[in-house]
Nanobody, 126 residues
Framework: QASLVESGGGSVQSGGSLTLSCQASDDTFSFYCAGWFRQAPGNVREGVAAINAVGDTSYLDSVKGRFTISKDNVNNNLYLQMNSLKSEDSGMYYC????????????????????WGQGTQVAVSS
């Protein structure tokens, strides 16, 4: 399975923006579902956004209208544009891939994704 490496995390003030990137070692994003998940200390990991092979997307309700997931199939990159950040968006953000071709809406369930990156930290200060 492909290796996934996240980048782009950092510290930002509330209301600010960050763009996370995930580099895959092969063309997994071209054919399969991929998603961004996050985990704050003491919380369970939750699905934030996901995209399938044909570009359909799913979002956690609390990030709709603020976050945008996208991908670059040529360069094997997955992105998460995060705007209007809030303190509750803080946490470790993970990129994940599900090596199954789907044309249904991509899932936000952690269990659907067997392939994970190491994560990148996002800290939003109020």
């Amino acid at each position: 399975q492909a290796s996934l490496v996240e980048s782009g995390g950092g510290s930002v003030q509330s209301g600010g923006s960050l763009t996370l990137s995930c580099q895959a070692s092969d063309d997994t994003f071209s054919f399969y579902c991929a998603g961004w998940f996050r985990q704050a200390p003491g919380n369970v990991r939750e699905g934030v956004a996901a995209i399938n092979a044909v570009g359909d997307t799913s979002y956690l309700d609390s990030v709709k209208g603020r976050f945008t997931i996208s991908k670059d199939n040529v360069n094997n990159n997955l992105y998460l544009q995060m705007n209007s950040l809030k303190s509750e968006d803080s946490g470790m953000y993970y990129c994940a891939a599900d090596p199954v071709f789907r044309t249904t809406l991509p899932p936000l369930r952690e269990a659907a994704y067997p392939n994970w990156g190491q994560g990148t930290q996002v800290a939003v200060s109020s």
